[in-house]
């Protein structure tokens, strides 16, 4: 497994300033870096770029920054859908520069939209056309396009395992895989075994953190029963500590998250890893 950490830990923006990110990674021994990027985030991609490559490290995309709430794939506007599509394009654009091996989010739709409705039957259809166009652009620059469920107070579109299973099933392309977030499942799943098993083959990662999002172990998240789970499917991909810093002024505030749960992004990751580690270290050979 390769192990990373969200650059959420240590900063509240990317930027030529932060690179120091990624040689403290390395230092902790990780493996690759999550970058957010968006229309606000503004750095050097070139810079990024050389720095991790020398640290060798895996960098990994996602729109985490400001992104136009009309781009939205899911959208059922069509010219809404078809800018949607151009954003998503230049965000896998940035991270062909970045020579980065992922692009992954809620990209089936826009985070923070819940529409309180009954489904509307086109709304899978019609995004699984944009998804499939996607994940096509995001193969042919070796980019993985990577769906990650979240919760119902997050997105109405996909919220479990098996509902990004159906939606890459109509989308109907192997570039499309799946990154799992144990805060997000929690309030969705029961069985968190039976949600790995049912994207078993199209699973590329997991973000880990409590259901406070809090360092992994203290809280309410069954790791045992995940860990057995990834060992019996054969998982051998990306495992992200993912939090937001605590201690950085109103970040985590702006972010929806008041709990001071990661006042120091190293000890959170020092403390995740060590705790998460002894999973792979138990696993049968």
């Known amino acids: 497994m390769n192990f990373g950490a969200h650059c ?39 810079q990024t770029a050389k720095r991790a490559a020398s640290l060798e490290l895996d960098l990994i995309v996602s729109p985490g920054g400001y992104w136009p709430m009309q781009a939205d794939l899911s959208s059922p506007d069509v010219d809404e859908r078809r800018g949607a599509l151009t ?18 989010g809620a ?7 819940v529409r309180k409705e009954k489904p509307d039957p086109a709304e899978y259809p019609r995004t699984a056309e944009g998804l499939h166009a996607l994940a096509e652009y995001g193969e042919g620059k070796s980019i993985c396009v990577v769906l990650e469920p979240m919760s119902h107070f997050r997105t ?15 989308a109907d392309h192997s570039n499309l895989l799946v990154l799992l977030d144990t805060y997000h499942l929690v309030t ?8 790995i098993h049912t ?23 069954p790791w045992e029963e995940i860990f057995q789970a990834l060992d019996h499917v054969g998982f051998d991909g990306y495992v ?23 006042p120091d992004g190293s000890e959170f990751v020092k403390q995740g890893l060590t705790f998460l580690q002894q999973f792979v270290a138990n696993q049968q050979p």
């Open 8 to 46: 959420y830990l240590f900063v509240d923006r990317w930027s030529n300033e932060t690179q120091w990110v990624l040689d403290v990674s390395k230092k902790l021994g990780l493996d690759c870096v999550e970058i957010a990027v968006g229309d606000d985030v503004d750095f050097s991609l070139s």
């Open 87 to 104: 954003w998503h394009k230049r965000q896998i654009d940035l991270a062909d520069d970045l020579g980065a091996v992922a692009y992954c």
């Open 107 to 113: 990209l089936y739709g826009h985070p923070g939209v």
């Open 156 to 170: 109405h579109m996909v919220n479990t395992p098996m509902q990004a299973m159906r939606l890459i099933e109509q």
């Open 188 to 195: 969705e799943v029961t069985q968190f075994a039976s949600g």
């Open 199 to 221: 994207v078993a083959n199209r699973l590329w990662g997991l973000h880990a953190c409590e259901n406070n999002r809090g360092v992994p172990g203290c809280g309410l998240v």
């Open 240 to 262: 992200l500590l993912e939090t937001y810093n605590s201690g950085l002024g109103d970040f985590a505030q702006t972010r929806g998250m008041f709990h001071n749960v990661c």
